[in-house]
């Protein structure tokens, strides 16, 4: 478990590619825009603001960097598939997300983040498949674990199993930033993919 994490902003862009940052490995963090990504985020770092947190779903529009103990970077971008959006923002955000997944070569894995108390969408389950065909390393956060009962979260976590048992899926890790449940388990993914060589 990490306890002492230094965190620091590094800067935003609508266009991740235009942004100068340290060339240090990256890893995504991606979900829809209520799911709790900017608290998960801060969860991670023992951080109360690092990551913006809005009461209002898809207000982050663009890619936030932060630099973590000098080792790697987070990239926090736009949540996906909020209705309130408008749909030619909403396509112009995927294509700077592809266009990032597919150009970012320091890119070591994405934290795929949903809500334990709904099924899996279908973007989600088309990103998770997307991202197994591409071959990029990728971990599914069932968050806000805490709001369900032991019964209701085996059957969430069975459920998102069920759904997302192709070939290259990845671990599932139930989550909650209240509680620090499944802290060190997605630490544990983001140390050995920032460890692998290439």
């Not at 340290?22 to 969860?43: A, D, H, Q, T, Y």
């Not at 951080?47 to 932060?66: C, D, I, M, V």
């Not at 989550?175 to 983001?190: I, K, M, P, V, Y």
Request: charged residues 25%; glycine residues 8%; hydrophobic residues 40%.
């Amino acid at each position: 478990m990490k306890s002492q994490v230094q965190a620091n902003y590094i800067g935003c862009s609508p266009n991740p590619a235009v942004l100068r940052r340290s060339p240090l490995p990256e890893v995504l963090f991606m979900g829809r825009s209520n799911v709790g990504k900017s608290s998960l985020i801060n969860c991670l770092v023992n951080s109360r603001n690092l990551a913006r947190t809005s009461s209002t779903p898809g207000k982050t529009r663009l890619f936030y960097f932060y630099e973590i103990d000098e080792r790697m970077l987070f990239v926090d971008p736009p949540g996906y598939g909020y209705a309130k959006v408008a749909e030619a923002m909403r396509t112009r955000w995927m294509q700077e997300m592809e266009r990032y997944l597919r150009k970012a070569e320091l890119l070591k894995g994405v934290v795929l983040i949903m809500d334990i108390r709904h099924a899996p969408t279908p973007i989600d389950y088309e990103m998770a498949l997307w991202l197994a065909e591409s071959r990029i390393d990728f971990v599914s956060i069932l968050n806000k674990a805490d709001k369900l009962s032991r019964n209701q979260r085996n059957a969430a976590i069975n459920r998102v199993h069920g759904e997302m048992n192709f070939e290259g899926a990845g671990p599932i890790i139930p989550f909650s930033a209240n509680t620090g449940e499944g802290r060190s388990q997605l630490w544990n993914s983001l140390e050995e993919w920032i460890g692998r060589v290439g």
